[in-house]
Nanobody, 120 residues
Framework: QVQLVESGGRLVQAGDSLRLSCAAS????????MGWFRQAPGKEREFVAG????????FYAASVKGRFTISRDNAMNTVYLQMNSLKPEDTGVYYC?????????????WGQGTQVTVSS
């Protein structure tokens, strides 16, 4: 059973940068495709960024492309989401996830989430 623990969420101002971390246990992030999702109040959870297990290719939602970067540190068994030029619409609970291989954004495991609030 893979466990994911997110951290790094907090209140920031528009234009600020923030880095979220996702520490994994019970599995090795280098062997998984990993993803970040977010859920704003009153909205459905949406995909934000993904990192393929093989080759390390990345893919992003159109709303964050060019501003957010997903990466991983195999030695730390941790996945990161670097968020730059934050906007109020980026506010939400951010979830780390293990993605099922060859499935796009189907999730096998979720973290508990970390709150990001961007004030205008």
């Amino acid at each position: 059973q893979v466990q994911l623990v997110e951290s790094g969420g907090r209140l920031v101002q528009a234009g600020d940068s923030l880095r979220l971390s996702c520490a994994a246990s019970g599995g090795t992030v280098s062997r998984f495709s990993m993803g970040w999702f977010r859920q704003a109040p009153g909205k459905e959870r949406e995909f934000v960024a993904g990192l393929a297990w093989s080759g390390g290719s990345t893919f992003y939602a159109a709303s964050v492309k060019g501003r957010f970067t997903i990466s991983r540190d195999n030695a730390m068994n941790t996945v990161y989401l670097q968020m730059n030029s934050l906007k109020p619409e980026d506010t939400g609970v951010y979830y780390c996830a293990v993605l099922r291989r060859y499935s796009g954004t189907v999730v096998d495991y979720w973290g508990q989430g970390t709150q990001v609030t961007v004030s205008s």
